[in-house]
């Protein structure tokens, strides 16, 4: 059974103190891993696709790395509009195209 | 930059009523799908739409929900004789055809309290 587990569940930082999220996953086959950003009462808002591991993406003050069981989001001196919930998803080989979301690490950016 | 559009916003509705859900996906999009978010809680997949047919729904998705493709550009979401445990956050998703590098896009959601 696909599984997607986000830690930690909430994270205070203060502006400029960097830090990582974790996502861990299990999944029979990794098609893509995908990150989101979601801003309170909206969709999310799609940030990465990771394929395989080794692979790294960048975007502004995000880095998104992938393993073979785990995905990191690393922010480097967040700044208060980084504050949102940080989702995590699995598309699995063979389950068509639906994507297997964890439940979101809750950032909160401290000015 | 295109966008998933949803409507309406929010809609409450008496239990054992009907409604329907609507989104316009990004024009050139040909994979299309619905996800809800009960307050708290993960987002889950309902169902994927192509070609005109559901390729893909979730346990969640039964006989209560349906999907519709009625002209080239809407894509709705129909629920019926809804229930206190339906009330969530409806979103709407579509995709590009080939890769998924892009990843998904999602709409802003569509708020649903069932009274």
């Known amino acids: 059974e696909d599984q997607v587990t986000q830690s930690p569940e909430a994270l205070r930082l203060q502006e400029g103190e960097s830090s990582s999220l974790n996502c861990s996953y299990t999944?029979?086959?990794?098609?893509?891993l995908f990150w989101y950003r979601q801003d309170p009462g909206k969709g999310p808002e799609f940030l990465f696709t990771l394929y395989s591991a080794g692979e790294e993406k960048e975007k502004e003050r995000l880095k998104a790395t992938l393993t073979k069981k785990e995905s990191f989001l690393h922010i480097t001196a967040p700044k208060p509009e980084d504050s949102a919930t940080y989702l995590c998803?699995?598309?699995?080989?063979?389950?068509?195209?639906?994507?297997?979301f964890g439940t979101g690490t809750r950032l909160t950016v401290i000015p | 930059e295109p966008e998933v559009t949803q409507t309406p916003s929010h809609q409450v509705t008496q239990m054992g009523q009907e409604v329907i859900l609507r989104c316009v996906p990004i024009s050139n999009h040909l994979y299309f799908y619905w996800y809800r978010q009960i307050l708290g809680q993960k987002v889950e997949f309902l169902v994927s739409?192509?070609?005109?047919?559901?390729?893909?729904k979730s346990e969640i998705f039964d006989d209560q929900f349906s999907v519709e493709r009625p002209d080239g550009s809407n894509f709705t979401l129909k629920i019926r004789s809804t229930k206190l445990e339906d009330s969530a956050m409806y979103f709407c998703?579509?995709?590009?055809?080939?890769?998924?590098?892009?990843?998904?896009?999602f709409g802003s959601g569509t708020r649903l309290t069932v009274v």
């Open positions: 999944v029979s086959g990794l098609r893509g």
């Open positions: 998703a579509s995709r590009p055809p080939g890769q998924i590098v892009h990843g998904y896009t």
């Open positions: 739409f192509y070609n005109n047919e559901i390729s893909e």
């Open positions: 998803a699995v598309q699995a080989i063979g389950r068509a195209n639906n994507l297997f």
